[in-house]
């Protein structure tokens, strides 16, 4: 497949969603990777600190990047000689564009949409014993994503071209221990709060 012309990096870099940016950094890594095989590196290492986008927005991403000639694709026969498989690589151009946007894009704020403090936040319209379970139920999910982050980073150490991605995936590790540990704590405040609110400790202020 031909690919669009490359969008010349002087002129200016592309103002693309940093998903695009993702899946054009994934590439990078790799001289030709399929579709599946990008979802199967986001879900391996983009999860723990992004998010892990779907066939569809990754095959939205591709058809972008190859109409801006960031991607070319072509398609391999699997063994049966029938069935067709699109790998996708990235060209120079596009891999000119991803260092320009790692070296140059504004440092944004993480943006933090937590639900699950959000519900504790509205903590006086909460059953105690629900906004304990939810609670405990978020602190076994941190625990779950240290623990799959840490095997993932164990993994990216034994292969030296994924050096960074390693070293993101054990800040990951960190990530999920601190997550972890303030939701414990945040569970002993929320405890302590029920008893202080509880009919009982009001009826004791009251007399």
Not at 26 to 47: N, P, T, V
Not at 55 to 74: M, P
Not at 133 to 160: C, F, Q, S, W
Not at 177 to 205: C, F, M, Q, T
Request: charged share 25%; aromatic share 10%.
């Amino acid at each position: 497949m031909t690919a669009a012309k490359p969008a010349s990096v002087e002129a200016g870099i592309l103002d693309l969603p940093t998903t695009s940016w993702a899946v054009l950094g994934m590439l990078s890594h790799a001289d030709e990777l399929s579709g599946y095989d990008l979802k199967k590196w986001a879900d391996w290492s983009l999860q723990f600190f992004y998010w892990s986008p779907s066939f569809s927005q990754i095959y939205a991403e591709l058809k972008r990047l190859e109409k801006h000639g960031y991607a070319t694709s072509r398609t391999v026969l699997q063994d049966d000689g029938v069935r067709g498989k699109r790998m996708y690589a990235i060209t120079d151009s596009g891999r000119a564009a991803a260092s320009h946007w790692v070296n140059h894009a504004p440092v944004e704020a993480p943006v933090l949409k937590h639900s699950v403090m959000l519900r504790a936040w509205l903590g006086h319209l909460a059953e105690p014993e629900r906004l304990r379970g939810i609670l405990t139920e978020h602190i076994g999910y941190a625990e779950k994503m240290r623990k799959l982050a840490e095997v993932d980073a164990e993994g990216a150490d034994e292969n030296p071209d994924w050096a960074y991605p390693g070293a993101v995936l054990r800040w990951c590790v960190r990530h999920y221990e601190a997550e972890r540990d303030l939701a414990k704590e945040l569970l002993a405040d929320v405890d302590r709060l029920a008893i202080e609110h509880s009919p009982k400790a009001k009826g004791k202020r009251g007399s």
